[in-house]
């Protein structure tokens, strides 16, 4: 009797191991009461580091009040956009928070929670002629389809052709430039947007493209003060339906909580009311 009790209890302890093994710590449920959250810190309005090291900014103040509504605690680090996503599968954080448009690309590669936000993309150039020619009052949609979007990017060519264009590399808008542009124009790819004003500005390149959002809030600076919108802005199902936190495709449970308190912080006005205060607009999806 006691030999079939070990024996059984050897069994049931090696079958334990096994499908820890199988299926890593991420097979269990976790009673989440504290979060890794990884931001850039760099992408202001919606996330920038205070001289402090505080980081602040649209997201991470959303990111308070929602984890206050499901009593958990989330610990905010600086994360460079590159490393990210990988980070997050490895275990380096469990949560990602940084202007994340949902992809079918980066869906392959985790799991989204509903979008919080939806922006547009446009142009942006320190060039005085250019500026002159190109007035910044219309807004366009692209469907993602080639063949419906073509006038448009046809229009977007005739700019873009034999200039110097920067973007931030691994963004949403960083395909839509390669497969557009990269054959007519110098593409150059940043770490950070920052980066890219400031070769605007030193005359390094023609223009830049990026969300109108993260413009909107860095022209805002005098050093920035040369550097003007340009042309349509760009909306769109072509971006995919909107920002949302990224999390690893075990943890189910965890997207869900945060789902739920994004619907109620969505209803109730606190999403409008923290968009308008750092954005100016109402970016709600």
């Not at 469990?94 to 919080?116: C, G, N, Q, W």
């Amino acid at each position: 009797m006691g030999h079939t009790y070990h024996v059984t209890r050897r069994i049931l302890a090696c079958a334990a191991l096994g499908s820890s093994l199988l299926f890593g710590p991420a097979a269990f449920a976790k009673d989440w009461t504290s979060v890794r959250v990884a931001t850039e810190g760099a992408y202001e309005p919606w996330n920038i580091t205070l001289p402090s090291g505080e980081i602040s900014g649209f997201e991470p103040e959303l990111l308070k009040d929602v984890c206050a509504r499901i009593k958990i605690e989330c610990k905010l680090q600086a994360q460079d956009w590159d490393g990210m996503i990988a980070g997050l599968n490895a275990g380096k954080f469990d949560v990602l928070m940084d202007a994340i448009v949902i992809t079918p690309e980066r869906e392959k590669e985790i799991a989204f929670s509903k979008p919080y936000a939806n922006t547009q993309a446009v142009f942006v150039s320190a060039d005085p002629k250019i500026i002159a020619s190109m007035p910044s009052n219309d807004v366009i949609k692209l469907s993602g389809d080639p063949t419906k979007d073509k006038a448009a990017v046809d229009k977007m060519k005739e700019l873009l052709k034999g200039k110097t264009l920067g973007i931030q590399s691994g963004t949403a808008y960083t395909k839509f430039v390669e497969e557009n542009f990269k054959d007519i124009a110098t593409v150059r790819e940043y770490s950070k947007s920052a980066e890219h004003l400031l070769d605007l500005n030193a005359g390094r390149i023609d223009f830049a493209f990026d969300d109108v959002t993260f413009f909107t809030s860095a022209l805002e600076s005098p050093d920035n003060s040369a550097v003007k919108m340009i042309g349509p802005k760009i909306g769109g199902d072509i971006w995919g339906p909107g920002e949302a936190l990224g999390f690893r495709k075990a943890d189910n449970d965890l997207r869900e909580k945060f789902n739920g308190a994004l619907t109620a912080a969505l209803e109730d006005g606190t999403v409008k009311r923290l968009s308008e205060k750092w954005f100016k607009a109402d970016i709600r999806p």
